[in-house]
């Protein structure tokens, strides 16, 4: 099975990186920029004990002329129009298209370029980020990858895809019901951002304080209620798991957006925070805690520009 990673970035990078090291097929479409890193350092995976170089196979846009049994779009929302024109050639009458973006904006966008019956539902879970070097490190054991069809259970092509990407380094499994898989980490990551943007630290810290704890249930509860709305309810089970890792005493986990805004760098606060209020305003919800943290984000955004 042919498979191409579209982007080599923290998560990408992680997740092509494992199958690559299996042995698996793998192929990744870079810009030349990052071509050129990859190229003089590897791609190396590093943190929580480990190190991993590998020589990983590269594309940049011009060079990609043949299609593939799978892509694999991992790039942020801001690169996906720019994406969604280099992939094209590797698109033909067989491709799959698994998408690991933030939030559901880019469904359409992906649906309306190659076709929805192309398309699964692909959720990974990872708390990874780029060091100064370009290299991947790691930051929390936490690693999965879920695939299934956007309708329906899984089917042969989704168990076919599961045997192919179940490597180590992460729990690959198929799911019944993609979609639901989705809203439910929409909610898990729109919780995480506005916890640990508003708040300007880490959950462990964030939940140390008086009044900590219960900040972090009330954002979620925001979120959940939102998600129930659209017709995907959170099943107790995945809010306890939610809850646990927003509430660990002594955690250093903060989310993207918050890792993303401490550094400087362009955050993806409109597909996570944006799109998610403007859901609920359409559902008729108010998003107090999300539409404050979006606020900030937007003035970070504006002080960034």
């Known amino acids: 099975m042919r498979i191409l990673v579209v982007g080599a970035g923290a998560t990408g990078g992680y997740f092509g990186g494992r199958l690559a090291q299996a042995g698996r097929d793998v192929t990744f479409l870079v810009r030349g920029g990052r071509a050129a890193v990859l190229r003089e350092r590897g791609l190396r995976i590093s943190g929580l004990g480990q190190d991993v170089r590998l020589e990983p196979q590269l594309l940049t846009a011009g060079q990609l ?15 996906l129009d720019a994406a969604i024109a280099d992939l094209a050639p590797a698109v033909g009458p067989d491709t799959v298209i698994i998408p690991f973006l933030n939030g559901m904006a880019h469904m359409d966008a992906l649906a309306a370029a190659f076709g929805e019956d192309r398309l699964l539902g692909g959720v990974v879970k990872v708390v990874t980020t780029l060091d100064g070097d370009g290299g991947i490190l790691q930051l929390n054991p936490l690693a999965t990858w879920d695939v299934g069809e956007l309708r329906g259970g899984p089917s042969e092509r989704v168990r076919r895809i599961v045997a192919e990407i179940d490597v180590p380094g992460y729990a690959a499994q198929a799911v019944p019901d993609a979609l639901a898989a989705m809203w439910h980490k929409w909610v898990f990551i729109a ?18 304080v008086p009044g900590g704890i219960e900040f972090v249930h009330a954002a979620l509860a925001e979120a959940i209620a939102v998600s129930t709305e659209a017709g995907f309810p959170v099943p107790d089970p995945v809010i306890a798991e939610s809850l646990g890792f927003l509430t660990l005493p002594g955690s250093t986990f903060t989310s993207s957006l918050y890792r993303d805004v401490t550094a400087g760098l362009p955050n993806e606060a409109e597909p996570i925070l944006g799109d998610f209020a403007r859901r609920a305003r359409e559902l008729g919800l108010e998003t107090p805690l999300i539409d404050l943290a979006q606020m900030q984000l937007r003035v970070h955004e504006a002080g960034r520009l």
Request: charged content about 10%; hydrophobic content about 55%; aromatic content about 4%.
């Open 65 to 79: 002329d043949v299609p593939f049994d799978v892509v694999v779009v991992t790039v942020k929302a801001a690169g």
């Open 191 to 208: 919780t995480a951002g506005v916890v640990t943007c508003l708040m300007r630290g880490p959950v462990g810290a964030i939940v140390s």
